[in-house]
């Protein structure tokens, strides 16, 4: 009952700039830590960005001064801002969110289905 939709992706020149978006919907009660995440072929899934609920954001050392990870509670919905992109950059993007939904007394991790970046040199 509880999605989180991505969208942004694409086909990018290294030093360019892309936005993802991810909207969470569905019966939702509370959203606690909002992020991103990316997994490069032959690769695990990393840690890209996370946001609290009161916008304290932690970001991988390799993306910091490049992306900014932000959030619209109102919305549900979590922003990457990707500058200066690279040719290591190209990943499957994934949305998590940290949420308790509707008649769930727990907080739980829910997952996007991803959206795929591609940095060309």
């Known amino acids: 009952q509880v999605q989180l939709v991505e969208s942004g992706g694409g086909l990018v020149q290294a030093g360019g700039s892309l936005r993802l978006s991810c909207a969470a919907s569905g019966s939702i009660f509370s959203i606690n830590t909002m992020g991103w995440y990316r997994q490069a072929p032959g690769k695990q899934r990393e840690l890209v960005a996370t946001?609290?609920?009161?916008?304290?954001?932690n970001y991988a050392d390799s993306v910091k001064g490049r992306f900014t990870i932000s959030r619209d509670n109102a919305k549900n919905t979590v922003y990457l801002q990707m500058n200066s992109l690279k040719p290591e950059d190209t990943a499957i993007y994934y949305c998590n969110a940290v949420l308790r939904a509707v008649g769930i007394m727990t907080f739980m991790n829910y997952w996007g289905k991803g959206t795929l970046v591609t940095v060309s040199s």
């Open positions: 946001i609290t609920s009161g916008s304290t954001t």
